[in-house]
């Protein structure tokens, strides 16, 4: 059976089966996380016995031990295997049990909606033609999350189809691995093309960040748009930015955008320089981190919302904080950087900041001077 992904902490206790056997799934403050234990019976006479001797060792409150007297779950059902168990399975001795998964939101996201789409559909039914309806269910709409600042469902890019499915194909991997489904059951799938297109991103002019920086209207904004735009950095490395990765008292002084013990990701953190534009910044953040609880960003903002609103009222295109990471890209490309020295800053590769970053604005282009190669007449 399912236990739901996202756990409300109360004072409620979840029963659930895994393999046969009861477990039993609460939130102990104590720990300030979940905690998980198998009562290792699928008797709920025998489980309920040992929940009441162990409840005050395992910090079962008496309000939580009145979820005994409710019905348990059935059995997890004998039979072929859904889509739906298996991505509740694929997610909870996985995503959550292995300590492998760094982005676990993403993941959580993707399960649901391959949980809304499939429901209750077989996992050895998966074919071509269902993984078609899905990418057109997911193009269209029909199936996703709604926009921050919309009542309309996002519509689903390629690449996130693509992710999504991935997961997908993970859960059949894991049921194969776990013998829940024999390899004449493993569900067969077509991916969207992963070819990366060549596309202009949308970057803001020089005028245009000096303008949101001047125009800003309190300092949470104006700080986080110099940081964004001089480190190149993605909007959350920034946001939740800690004391321990500022190093302001070395030769070179530095920001290490990964934290310690941060699993590593295809999206590389590197460690950036504190430009002389925002050392400023960074020192007057770093005073007031510990009354933030080590945070340099201790407000509870949104950023997004605040450039919107703020390039709303200028009229400047586009108005999301991923822009500042493409325009610092694009100006130091537009200023003869090196593009070796623009990947080390962004942690992409050089191929990458040529096909998605190094576009030119056509006021750069040379004028008269510029002479086209001349080839030979024959």
């Not at 309806?133 to 029909?142: K, P, W």
């Not at 939740?240 to 500022?246: R, Y």
Request: proline share 6%; net charge positive.
């Amino acid at each position: 059976m399912e236990v739901e992904m996202a756990r409300k902490r109360g004072n409620s206790i979840r029963f659930f089966y895994r393999r046969g056997v009861l477990n039993a799934s609460w939130y102990a403050p104590a720990l300030k996380r979940v905690r998980n234990i198998s009562l290792r019976t699928s008797d709920p006479t025998a489980a309920y016995a040992m929940l009441q001797v162990k409840k005050v060792e395992l910090g079962i409150r008496d309000e939580m031990a009145r979820e005994f007297e409710k019905p348990l779950p059935p059995m997890r059902p004998e039979g072929p295997l859904s889509v739906r168990q298996a991505l509740v399975d694929y997610y909870q001795e996985h995503v959550l049990g292995s300590g492998k998964v760094a982005d676990k939101v993403r993941q959580e996201q993707g399960i649901t909606h391959l949980k809304a789409f499939f429901w209750n559909a077989l996992l050895r039914d998966v074919d071509i033609p269902a993984c078609r309806a899905y990418r057109e269910a997911r193009r269209s709409g029909r199936i996703g999350g709604y926009s921050r600042y919309s009542a309309q469902r996002r519509r689903g890019c390629d690449a996130t189809i693509r992710r999504e499915l991935v997961i997908l194909r993970a859960a059949a991997n894991h049921a194969l691995r776990w013998k829940r489904i024999s390899p004449n059951e493993m569900p067969t799938f077509e991916l969207p093309s992963g070819a990366k297109r060549h596309v202009e991103q949308a970057f803001f002019t020089m005028y245009q960040v000096a303008t949101l920086i001047f125009e800003a209207s309190d300092s949470f904004t104006r700080d986080m748009t110099l940081l964004c735009y001089y480190l190149g950095a993605r909007y959350k490395a920034v946001f939740d930015l800690l004391e321990s990765q500022v190093h302001l008292d070395r030769n070179v002084p530095f920001i290490e955008l990964s934290k310690p013990g941060e699993l590593a990701t295809k999206k590389i953190k590197p460690k950036v320089p504190i430009f002389p534009q925002i050392r400023e910044v960074v020192a007057r953040r770093m005073a007031a981190a510990q009354a933030n609880g080590g945070r340099l960003f201790g407000e509870k903002r949104d950023f997004y919302a605040a450039l919107k609103k703020l390039c709303g009222h200028l009229g400047f295109s586009p108005s999301n904080p991923h822009a500042f990471r493409h325009s610092r890209a694009t100006h130091l490309l537009m200023a003869g950087v090196s593009p070796y020295k623009v990947a080390g800053l962004l942690g992409d590769t050089v191929s990458t900041i040529e096909r998605v970053y190094g576009h030119h604005s056509p006021d750069f282009f040379p004028g008269e001077d510029y002479e086209p190669a001349r080839f030979p007449k024959n």
